[in-house]
């Protein structure tokens, strides 16, 4: 069967972690990160979802190996059990080493994991009573095997755990277990800690009753700037006989550096902008078509899962860049002084609103702001700008 895909497929990925050597600008966090990774020290990577964390880590990994360390990406996104995390473990040891490194881990393993010798090939040993104080076991030796590489080959292991802040669904106890094993590796390991949610990351590591307080650096991951953003579609086009033109400008503006939002608007553009020409403002009101129609269901549902002292801060928010506590925009959104604050903390807490400092308040997704904008703030309140004077609002 003829492949259907359209050739040649897009430039611009946007629904998965770039290939590292896609990887636009954020090279001094990498060498940040290669840096404190060399010198033993942790870090706890944080920026929200999409914003390019789990591309410039697998960089990091790639780089890190070049200079001789091990390396090893754990991803603990979704993970609900102490077994679920000793086997993104184990996966992540058996299959992203190699040589005698791996061989010597598979062998460890081996012990840790009794395998049934009758039955399905593989399946696991059933211990019932003893299950979930095995369960500890097998993952706080896991969590010692950098001491065992350190100890074969001398070389460090740079470990990264992806959307670390999933370990808390797993029990009370699992910070703990990951803190009594890393803090003791100074020369054996280097660790990443990366998520996508401020709350329970400022949780796990920057509250003093727990095991994690002030254990981990924090490096921030800022948009990316609008010159890589630029040259990088610019250079993709020009490769596949197309060009951006008049459209990239709009783009960029419409994206303020959100990696991931700048790579689909890309995308997007890209596919409407017929070979051998350049896209021009028709092509650009294309693409925005596009996106709606794609993202519509997404932010559908994500409006209806907000209280209404969040939904009502976001439509503030999306609306103007006046103060969300100026008197005219808390009556305008139907919201108190305390209702304000409350909706502002838990957009914060999701990760959904920025404070970039100076009291600014900023919606992370500008593709979201421009649907709240479109879909919500005309439907409920009408056409109109928060500093037109004859502006009324009515409560959503
Ligand atoms: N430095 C980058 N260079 C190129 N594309 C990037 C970069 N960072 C993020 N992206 C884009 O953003 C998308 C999401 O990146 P990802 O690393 O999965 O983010 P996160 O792990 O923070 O959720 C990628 O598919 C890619 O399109
Ligand atoms: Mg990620």
């Given at each position: 069967?003829?492949?259907?895909?359209?050739?040649?497929?897009?430039?611009?990925?946007?629904?998965?972690?770039?290939?590292?050597?896609?990887?636009?600008?954020?090279?001094?966090?990498?060498?940040?990160?290669?840096?404190?990774?060399?010198?033993?020290?942790?870090v706890r990577v944080s920026a929200?979802?999409?914003?390019?964390k789990t591309?410039l880590l697998?960089?990091?990994?790639?780089?890190?190996?070049?200079?001789?360390?091990?390396?090893?990406?754990?991803?603990?996104?979704?993970?609900?059990?102490?077994?679920?995390?000793?086997?993104?473990?184990?996966?992540?040891?058996?299959?992203?080493?190699?040589?005698?490194?791996?061989?010597?881990?598979?062998?460890?393993?081996?012990?840790?994991?009794?395998?049934?010798?009758?039955?399905?090939?593989?399946?696991?040993?059933?211990?019932?009573?003893?299950?979930?104080?095995?369960?500890?076991?097998?993952?706080?030796?896991?969590?010692?095997?950098?001491?065992?590489?350190?100890?074969?080959?001398?070389?460090?292991?740079?470990?990264v755990f992806d959307e670390f802040?999933?370990?808390?669904?797993?029990?009370?106890?699992?910070?703990?277990?990951?803190?009594?094993?890393?803090?003791?590796?100074?020369?054996?390991?280097?660790?990443v800690f990366a998520g996508s949610?401020?709350?329970?990351l400022?949780?796990?590591?920057?509250?003093?009753?727990?095991?994690?307080?002030?254990?981990?650096?924090?490096?921030?991951?800022?948009?990316?700037?609008?010159?890589?953003?630029?040259?990088?579609?610019?250079?993709?086009?020009?490769?596949?006989?197309?060009?951006?033109?008049?459209?990239?400008?709009?783009?960029?503006?419409?994206?303020?550096?959100?990696?991931?939002?700048?790579?689909?608007?890309?995308?997007?553009?890209?596919?409407?902008?017929?070979?051998?020409?350049?896209?021009?403002?028709?092509?650009?009101?294309?693409?925005?078509?596009?996106?709606?129609?794609?993202?519509?269901?997404?932010?559908?549902?994500?409006?209806?899962?907000?209280?209404?002292?969040?939904?009502?801060?976001?439509?503030?928010?999306?609306?103007?860049?006046?103060?969300?506590?100026?008197?005219?925009?808390?009556?305008?959104?139907?919201?108190?002084?305390?209702?304000?604050?409350?909706?502002?903390?838990?957009?914060?807490?999701?990760?959904?609103?920025?404070?970039?400092?100076?009291?600014?308040?900023?919606?992370?997704?500008?593709?979201?702001?421009?649907?709240?904008?479109?879909?919500?703030?005309?439907?409920?309140?009408?056409?109109?700008?928060?500093?037109?004077?004859?502006?009324?609002?009515?409560?959503?």
């Amino acid at each position: 069967m003829a492949d259907p895909r359209p050739w040649p497929p897009t430039p611009f990925l946007y629904d998965r972690p770039v290939p590292p050597e896609e990887l636009i600008d954020r090279q001094s966090e990498l060498a940040k990160l290669l840096e404190l990774a060399d010198a033993g020290q942790s870090v706890r990577v944080s920026a929200p979802r999409r914003y390019g964390k789990t591309t410039l880590l697998r960089k990091t990994l790639v780089e890190a190996d070049r200079l001789g360390m091990a390396s090893v990406y754990v991803d603990l996104d979704r993970v609900v059990s102490l077994e679920g995390i000793s086997d993104r473990v184990e996966a992540a040891y058996r299959n992203q080493l190699q040589g005698p490194i791996r061989r010597s881990i598979v062998n460890v393993l081996r012990t840790l994991r009794p395998r049934a010798s009758a039955g399905a090939a593989g399946a696991r040993v059933e211990i019932a009573p003893s299950a979930d104080a095995d369960a500890r076991r097998t993952l706080e030796r896991m969590l010692d095997l950098p001491v065992d590489i350190h100890r074969k080959t001398g070389r460090r292991t740079l470990v990264v755990f992806d959307e670390f802040q999933h370990v808390l669904r797993v029990g009370a106890e699992v910070e703990g277990i990951f803190r009594s094993h890393v803090q003791h590796q100074a020369a054996e390991a280097s660790y990443v800690f990366a998520g996508s949610h401020p709350g329970l990351l400022a949780t796990i590591f920057g509250d003093r009753e727990r095991p994690f307080f002030g254990q981990a650096r924090p490096l921030d991951l800022a948009p990316l700037p609008d010159d890589a953003l630029a040259d990088y579609i610019d250079s993709r086009f020009a490769q596949t006989g197309k060009e951006a033109g008049v459209a990239l400008e709009a783009l960029l503006d419409l994206a303020r550096g959100h990696p991931q939002r700048a790579m689909l608007l890309a995308h997007h553009l890209w596919e409407q902008t017929p070979p051998g020409t350049s896209a021009d403002f028709d092509t650009w009101a294309g693409v925005l078509e596009a996106v709606d129609r794609e993202l519509h269901e997404s932010f559908d549902r994500m409006w209806d899962r907000l209280r209404v002292n969040e939904s009502r801060v976001l439509a503030a928010l999306c609306a103007s860049d006046a103060s969300l506590f100026n008197q005219r925009t808390l009556a305008q959104f139907g919201l108190s002084k305390s209702g304000a604050e409350q909706g502002r903390d838990k957009l914060i807490e999701f990760g959904d609103v920025l404070e970039p400092g100076g009291g600014r308040l900023l919606v992370v997704d500008p593709l979201l702001e421009r649907w709240v904008r479109t879909y919500h703030i005309r439907t409920y309140y009408g056409e109109f700008t928060l500093g037109d004077s004859g502006a009324r609002a009515e409560t959503p």
